[in-house]
């Protein structure tokens, strides 16, 4: 089971809602089924599941892992990524979506092209922090960019780890 962490129900909350929007449905009522709550007051139950702001602990129906999995399936991407990213941000990491990959026999230079990129973003990340620390000191401005810059080259990298598979 999942703790009662409230950004996770509430991003899963959030996205199902939304799902629903989208789609011109009554989300928690589509998702109850998928979350296991069945019958006419399932939608009732992923409610009271998804309650980021109320805990009775005496009844905490809290999500489980499978649940939460099986949301994630049921959702758009819009929604799925909602919920990923919430999970990624509450500890500090970006959320990055891989590229599609296509085999064809071009591939190899676009892998070269990907490589010489990546050695682009390097350079732009250098010279951000050459910057950065020209006064000795990295105020929020230059963080801010720094951040930008290793967050390219992280992209850079995982969209080429992704080329070779």
Do not use: W
């Amino acid at each position: 089971m999942l703790p009662k962490h409230k950004f996770i129900y509430r991003a899963v909350a959030e996205a199902i809602d939304g799902f629903g929007e989208r789609h011109y449905i009554t989300g928690r009522a589509h998702f109850a089924p998928i979350a296991g709550y069945r019958g006419k007051n399932g939608h009732i139950q992923i409610s009271t599941m998804l309650n980021s702001s109320g805990y009775n602990p005496a009844n905490p129906k809290r999500m489980s892992v499978d649940q939460l999995a099986e949301i994630l399936e049921g959702l758009d991407d819009e929604g799925r990524e909602h919920v990923l990213e919430a999970i990624v941000n509450e500890y500090g990491f970006n959320l990055c979506k891989s590229p599609e990959v296509q085999r064809k026999p071009e591939d190899a230079m676009r892998v070269m092209y990907m490589a010489l990129g990546i050695e682009s973003v390097h350079g732009n990340l250098a010279e951000t922090l050459v910057d950065a620390l020209e006064d000795g000191e990295i105020d929020e401005e230059e963080r801010e960019r720094i951040t930008k810059a290793t967050f390219a080259l992280r992209k850079a990298v995982r969209e080429l780890e992704e080329a070779l598979r």
